[in-house]
C-alpha cells in the first residue's frame, strides 16, 4: 500500500515562528502537492512538485515556501507564521505520467498559530 | 482555473438507502479527470471513484456509482445501500488532462454525509 506520512498530527506555533511541515512518501512518486483545508472552502493547492528542487506555485502560495531536495520529501514552510495560516494542511502524491493517477494523500497536521 | 461546485453542505441517508451528492463543473477543456474523495472523521482523503472525460460509460465501484454528464458539466455520485461506514466528508475533484497544469486537483467545497441507522 502506498503510505504518505505527515511529520505532526497537531502543531501549536506562535506568531513569528518559523515552521516546518514534513511530507513523506514510499511509492517514488514524482508529484507531491501541498494542500490547505478550511471549512466551508474546501482543499487548496499551496505548492506543488514534479520532480527533485522543482517546484510550482498554487493558487494561494503566498506566506510559503517549500523544498524537495530529495524524491520522497516535500516540506512547506511557513517562514514567519500567523495566525491565519491556521488551518489543516494536507500532503499528497501521485506517479507523473497521466493526469487520471491517483493522488494519495497523508493524515493531515492540524496547525494553530497562537 | 476549472471551478468545481458542490451545491449540497450537508445529506443525511438512512442505512441501506440511497443517496446521490451533486457536483458541476466549469472547464473549456475536452479533456479531464474527474474524481470524488472520502474525508472519514479520522482525515485521511481515499479515492472513492474517477472517470475519464474521453470515456462515456459511466464509473462503478461496487456501491458507488457516478452519473457523468459532460455537456451538462455535471458528476454526480450515488451510493447505494448506504452503510454506517459512508459518514464522511465528500469532495468532487477535477483535474486538467494538460501536463502543463502539474496534475493538481481542484476541488469543490465538500458535502459532509450523514448516516442515520
Known amino acids: 500500500d502506498v503510505k504518505v506520512t505527515q511529520s505532526s498530527r497537531y502543531l501549536v506555533k506562535r506568531t513569528g515562528e518559523k515552521v516546518f511541515l514534513e511530507c513523506v512518501q514510499d511509492?517514488?512518486?514524482?508529484?507531491m502537492f501541498w494542500y490547505r483545508q478550511d471549512p466551508g472552502l474546501g482543499l487548496r493547492l499551496i505548492y506543488f512538485?514534479?520532480?527533485?528542487?522543482?517546484?510550482e506555485k498554487g493558487d494561494i502560495p503566498e506566506g510559503y515556501s517549500v523544498s524537495r531536495e530529495k524524491k520522497e520529501r516535500f516540506s512547506l514552510i511557513l517562514e514567519s507564521a500567523s495566525t491565519n495560516q491556521t488551518s489543516m494542511y494536507l500532503c499528497a502524491s501521485s506517479f507523473l505520467e497521466t493526469g487520471a493517477d491517483t493522488q494519495y494523500f497523508g493524515p493531515g497536521t492540524r496547525l494553530t498559530v497562537l | 482555473a476549472q471551478t468545481v461546485t458542490q451545491s449540497q453542505p450537508e445529506m443525511s441517508v438512512q442505512e441501506a438507502e440511497t443517496v446521490t451528492l451533486s457536483c458541476t463543473y466549469d472547464t473549456s477543456e475536452s479533456d479531464y479527470y474527474l474524481f470524488w474523495y472520502k474525508q472519514p472523521p479520522s482525515r485521511q482523503m481515499i479515492l472513492v471513484i474517477r472517470q475519464e472525460a474521453y470515456k462515456q460509460q459511466n464509473a462503478t465501484e461496487n456501491r458507488f456509482s457516478v452519473n457523468f454528464q459532460k455537456a451538462a458539466k455535471s458528476f454526480s455520485l450515488k451510493i447505494s445501500d448506504s452503510q454506517l461506514g459512508d459518514a464522511a466528508m465528500y469532495f468532487c475533484?477535477?483535474?486538467?488532462?494538460?501536463?502543463?497544469?502539474?496534475?493538481?486537483?481542484?476541488f469543490g467545497k465538500g458535502t459532509s454525509l450523514l448516516v442515520t441507522p
Open positions: 512538485s514534479y520532480d527533485v528542487k522543482m517546484k
Open positions: 511509492m517514488d512518486h514524482e508529484n
Open positions: 475533484a477535477y483535474r486538467s488532462a494538460d501536463s502543463n497544469s502539474g496534475y493538481a486537483l481542484n
